[in-house]
């Protein structure tokens, strides 16, 4: 049973682990990457609903896994496959849902589910199998709605590396950046060593003392779960660092806080952005970019002209937004080394339309290089 908590149910088939689960339902519209999805930690603590009908056809892998282990409060599909076909597969979806304690629902009417989630927003909701299908509709409804809102909580703790770790450089090296993992992606690691940088990937506690003792050439800040406005503590780290002027490039979460940084709000969106194939439009070049996207808030600002940052970090711009809707999805500083976007360009999974802010960012790091060699020459 899948309990919303408007009262709306919805009666399938158990699938994975059997239990209880409670989240935030969300629905992503990838037609493919179902692993990377669930693997992603930005979903920690939802519910995550898959438009596409047919789930698990290509099974599950490591090569795949973007993180440690799956990360979903529950998981919803319409038809899971009842055989897997693919020569890299290892395992059925299924094995990985049970063994990883996930509870989910199959055979559900998941485009009646999408459609009111469209209408009525993401909300929280649980799904009840095995001995908690007996439950009561009241007792069912009730645990839902003492369920924790996803407004207000901070998750990075439960998503975060517990020690510090670094992924060497590939090819010749061009510095070392320091990656605050708020929920990072593997890919995304990845790609940064594929340009040279070595990565220093951090816990989310640590502080700006500690980020600027490594004397790194730049930070990044990874995408992750939760509400960025009950995360000041990474916003503080974060102002100042910008202050003592190192480059820096974030992406989805990375991308609000960096809003919030240069003091502007955030806001919780109806039902979100979820999946590999949402437009925007790069507002220098007039490109489309197709992108991959997670995210259930954005940056409150006007995406034309030049803003004042309130936090004194000079001019800012939106660089980027979305074709749907006209949300923020990338922001520009004029006067510092520093921006973001709300979407994942590491394409995992999903479009390589975006990969080039990789480039971006390995530029702006090679140029400050060679400036402060050029000041030390004199």
Sequence with gaps: MLVLEDGRRFVGDAYGAT?????????????????????????????????APHIGNTGANDEDMESRRIWVAGFVVREPSRTV??????????SDLEAGGVVGIS????????????????????????????????????LVQSGAQMRGQNLSDQVSTVDPFSVPAQGERIGSVAVLDLGVKKSTLDYLAERGFEVLVLPQSVTSDHVLSLKPDA????????DPAASDAHVTLLQECLRA??????????NQLLG?????????????????NQPVLDKSTGRVEITSQNHGFAVDMPIEGVSDSRAGFGRVEVSHYSLNDNVVEGIRCLDIDAFSVQ???????GPHDANHLFDRFRDVVVARNAAAGAGDSK
Excluded: W
Excluded at 19 to 30: D, S, Y
Excluded at 108 to 126: Q, V
Excluded at 220 to 226: A, C, E, H, V
Excluded at 245 to 254: N, R, S
């Design 219 to 226: 930070l990044f800040f990874s995408n992750g779960p939760g």
């Design 260 to 276: 919030r940084a240069l003091g502007f709000r955030t806001y919780k969106l109806p039902f979100g952005h979820r999946g590999i």
């Design 107 to 142: 055979r559900i009417d998941t485009r009646a589910l999408t459609r009111h989630i469209r209408s009525a927003g993401a909300m929280r909701a649980g799904v009840f199998s095995g001995d908690r299908f007996s439950l009561s509709d009241s007792e069912q409804l009730e």
């Design 343 to 349: 979407y994942h360009p590491e394409s995992a999974a």
């Design 85 to 94: 076909s693919n020569f890299r597969s290892q395992r059925s979806l299924d």
């Design 19 to 51: 239990g209880q689960t409670l989240g935030e339902i969300v629905f992503a519209t990838g037609m493919t990457g179902y692993q990377e999805t669930l693997t992603d930690p930005s979903y920690a603590g939802q519910i995550v609903l898959m438009t």
């Design 245 to 254: 002027g190192l480059p820096y490039f974030g992406i989805c979460f990375g």
